[in-house]
């Protein structure tokens, strides 16, 4: 009723199912790599150095801050837990760039 005669006359296109994406196999390591692509040492060391030195500055920074309030009796444990996770960072940093 409310087409225009060009319209009625025209059949809609075929639907065609996806085939860009390939079937997978059950639940097994990509071959290819995953997010962030295949690690190149000249761009990801420099990158991964700067950072180690910020991260180590905050843990001496919370390190620090930690030890003058546990002199004055204060227990502040959040500049505890944060040189711990700065450390913790710090490490696995360090470990993922002895792979290469």
């Known amino acids: 009723m409310y087409m225009t005669q060009s319209l009625q006359n025209k ?7 996806f085939t860009t994406t390939p ?11 995953g ?14 150095v700067v950072f180690i030195v910020i991260y180590l500055s905050i843990a001496a920074t919370n390190k620090a801050i930690f030890q ?4 004055r009796k204060h227990k502040f444990v959040l500049s505890g ?4 996770f700065c450390m913790a960072r710090t ?3 360090s470990k993922n760039n002895l792979i290469f």
């Open 91 to 93: 490490v696995t940093n």
């Open 81 to 84: 837990l944060m040189f711990g």
């Open 23 to 33: 079937k997978m196999g059950g639940l097994y390591a990509s071959n290819t790599a």
């Open 11 to 17: 059949p809609f296109p075929a639907l065609r199912p």
């Open 35 to 48: 997010m962030g692509g295949v690690p190149t040492i000249t761009l990801d060391i420099p990158i991964c």
């Open 68 to 71: 003058v309030n546990r002199r």
